[in-house]
């Protein structure tokens, strides 16, 4: 147990997908899950453990934005050896080609501060994905038909963002998305030696002004939880 988790030694699984919204949490442990169990709802934050085709998972919410999934992520890696994170969220459209409801599978998360960037100092450090993790969710998203774009995305630290500029610069040197949690995630896992992705399903287009109703980015993204399973497990 610590502070923000209150899930008991060996209840969380090694293998942890990270949504954002614990109700998202909720709504893909009883989804795609065998025998899930609530292990955390500490403020909210709801976390399950099951099993997916043997695997056993953890299923835990990490809040908005990089400072609140940085404390998840740090007690996870910390106190209960996870060794494998995947952000599983929502994510906005920057490019032209990228549609709604379309996965991205994010191979770098550029960022102006993040938890981490004091640590670095003058050093513009440049998180990415984990390697063969990447590889095994592309091909899965592929095996799947599903629509998915590879490639760099923005964490950003505020979600009322009011430079349009910098989405210009954004757009200009081929980001697809705009979040706010991957960035940190990937340097944590690189600091501790841990294994990251982040697997994002386009709910906004920040060109188009298209957006998903609250229901739909709460329960239909299924693709992408699978996409990240199987990813987890290739």
Aim: include cysteine; charged fraction near 20%.
């Amino acid at each position: 147990m610590t502070i923000h988790i209150g899930a008991k030694p060996g209840e969380i699984a090694e293998t942890i997908l990270m949504p954002g919204d614990p109700y998202r949490a909720k709504w893909a442990a009883e989804t795609f899950l065998k025998d899930a169990v609530l292990v955390n709802e500490v403020r909210g934050m709801l976390g399950f453990t099951g099993t997916w085709k043997g695997n056993r998972v953890t299923i835990q919410g990490s809040g908005m934005g990089m400072p609140s999934l940085s404390i998840y992520v740090n007690e996870l890696i910390r106190d209960h050896n996870a060794q494998t994170l995947i952000r599983i969220g929502s994510c906005g459209g920057m490019q032209p080609h990228v549609g709604i409801r379309d996965v991205i599978i994010a191979m770098t998360a550029s960022t102006i501060t993040s938890p981490s960037s004091a640590i670095f100092r003058e050093v513009n450090y440049a998180p990415v994905a984990d390697w063969p993790l990447l590889r095994a969710a592309v091909a899965a998203a592929e095996n799947r038909g599903a629509k998915t774009h590879v490639g760099g995305i923005y964490s950003s630290d505020v979600f009322y963002a009011e430079r349009d500029d910098l989405d210009a610069q954004m757009v200009r040197h081929g980001i697809l998305a705009v979040e706010m949690e991957a960035a940190e995630l990937y340097t944590l896992a690189a600091r501790h030696g841990r294994r990251a992705l982040a697997v994002l399903t386009v709910s906004d287009h920040l060109q188009t002004g298209e957006a998903l109703p609250a229901e739909d980015r709460e329960k239909t993204f299924g693709d992408m939880v699978k996409i990240a399973l199987e990813a987890a497990f290739a």
